[in-house]
């Protein structure tokens, strides 16, 4: 053997990972779900003074319709009309848009 030569190292090995000790397999909690939001329900819109007069006029047009269309109760159908749209749920909350002239009697 030559003096001059330099020792030559054993190439390393990996060494390989000792395995994991082994242990049962734990057991999770099921997860629950989030409860689903519910969608926010969208508020009434307001109806505008036009449609709210809109709809008053559609529907005592249709209460003297079932009345024959007598003479003498239009102002009958109209403030039935008024309080039959005052009452959906649309315009709840909102504000009517005018009010009515004061009703004339009856033959004046």
């Known amino acids: 053997m030559d003096e ?8 390393r090995t990996a060494t390989a990972a000792k395995p994991a000790a082994k242990t049962a397999p734990t057991k999770t909690a099921p997860t629950k779900a989030a409860p689903a ?20 006029r559609t529907a005592a047009y249709f209460r003297a ?12 159908d109209w403030l039935a ?3 039959e749209v005052g009452s959906l749920p649309a315009q709840n909350g909102t504000p009517k ?12």
């Not at 939001?37 to 109806?47: D, G």
């Not at 319709?65 to 102002?75: D, K, T």
């Open 37 to 56: 939001k519910t969608p926010a329900k969208p508020a009434p819109t307001a109806l505008s003074a036009a449609q709210w007069e809109h709809m008053v």
């Open 65 to 76: 319709e079932r009345r024959g269309f007598a003479p003498g109760n239009e102002w009958d």
């Open 81 to 83: 009309a008024e309080a």
């Open 4 to 11: 001059n030569r330099k020792p030559t190292r054993k190439p």
């Open 97 to 108: 848009p005018r009010k009515t002239p004061a009703r004339k009697p009856a033959g004046t």
